[in-house]
């Protein structure tokens, strides 16, 4: 099983980016997906997560702010993440399985908000 996750950058305050998750070896409509964060100094923590049903749950740090959706045709898992704040710079996981966390893991992808 692999996950690559992609999208990350340097975005302005109030900017917005998409991040997306690719995976091989796995069908991400069979398990749960979340994206996780990880600032520096800080511990990783879980950002967005949707189950293999569809239902999606958000941490209050970025409730209204960020959308997690799933492409079932192009197995990939994306997070949009609009009005950015500073707080939002972190490397940002994909995770996928059926357990929390899942067993498995992207390389992470890093996004800078800063002017």
């Known amino acids: 099983v692999q996950l690559q996750a992609s999208g990350g950058g340097l975005v302005q305050p109030g900017g917005s980016l998409r991040l997306s998750c690719a995976a091989s070896?796995?069908?991400?409509?069979?398990?749960?997906v979340d994206w996780y964060r990880q600032a520096p100094g800080k511990q990783r923590e879980l950002v967005a997560s949707?189950?293999?049903?569809?239902?999606?749950n958000y941490a209050d740090a970025v409730k209204g702010r960020f959308t997690i959706s799933r492409d079932n045709a192009k197995n990939t898992v994306s997070l949009q993440m609009n009005s950015l704040k500073p707080e939002d710079t972190a490397v940002y996981y994909c995770n996928a399985g059926w357990t929390v966390p899942g067993l498995y893991w992207g390389q992470g992808t890093l996004v800078t908000v800063s002017s």
């Open positions: 070896g796995i069908i991400f409509s069979r398990v749960r």
């Open positions: 949707i189950t293999s049903v569809g239902t999606t």
